[in-house]
Structure formats: structure tokens, C-alpha cells
């Protein structure tokens, strides 16, 4: 495993034990160079919710970054959740994990 990618887990790890101890849902976020996928998460680790842009026509940019971020927001409307705790995954916030977390709070999550 390459340095970036051990200093992102690293960060991931320390931000996770930190929402572990809040006891409350958490919003994770993945990206990769093509796609980007969010997870609303219990503190039981399961997966309430879940939006990714694997079949939209525009993959791996800001675009597609606010749809999930809409999309994941109305799923959790469906579910019962308001409030989450955003996981960045150790990403820094910007760009387009900027652009899911900012739609997600338009779409009426609480973070």
C-alpha cells in the first residue's frame, strides 16, 4: 500500500473512533478516480442508505457529486434520518466530497 493511501486510512481511523463514540448515523463517503458513493451507516455498522453514481451518465465530477448528494439526502428522508455525522473517509474536504456533503445539507440532512 502506497504512503497516500496509508495517511488517508490513517485519517479515516481517527475521525471513525470519534463518530463511534457519538453513537450516531454517520455519512461516509468514497471516491475514486470514476466514481463517488455515500453510505449513511448505523453505529450497529449497517447500511441504511446508499447512493452511487455507477449508472449515471456523468461519472467523477462535481456534477455527479451534488446528485448523490440529493440522491442519498432523499433516501434518508425515506428511512426516518435527519441528522448524521459526516465521514469524509480521510478525503480533505473539498472539490467533490465538498459538493456531496453541501447538496446532502440542501437536500435536508444535519451535519
Known amino acids: 500500500m502506497n504512503e497516500k493511501k ?3 486510512l490513517r485519517r479515516a481511523k481517527r475521525s471513525r473512533a470519534k463518530i463511534s463514540e457519538l453513537r450516531v448515523n454517520r455519512l461516509s463517503v468514497y471516491r ?3 466514481h463517488i458513493y455515500a453510505q449513511i451507516i448505523s453505529p450497529d455498522n449497517q447500511i ?3 447512493a452511487s453514481s455507477l449508472g449515471g451518465k456523468k461519472t467523477g465530477n462535481v456534477e455527479s ?3 448523490i448528494g440529493k440522491q442519498i439526502a432523499e433516501k434518508a428522508k425515506t428511512v426516518g434520518i435527519t441528522k448524521v455525522a459526516f465521514d469524509r473517509s480521510g ?7 465538498k459538493a456531496l456533503a453541501d447538496a446532502a445539507r440542501e437536500g435536508g440532512l444535519e451535519f
Open 91 to 97: 478525503y480533505q474536504y473539498h472539490g467533490r466530497v
Open 32 to 34: 475514486s478516480p470514476r
Open 65 to 67: 457529486a451534488i446528485e
Open 6 to 8: 496509508k495517511s488517508r
Open 48 to 50: 441504511l442508505a446508499a
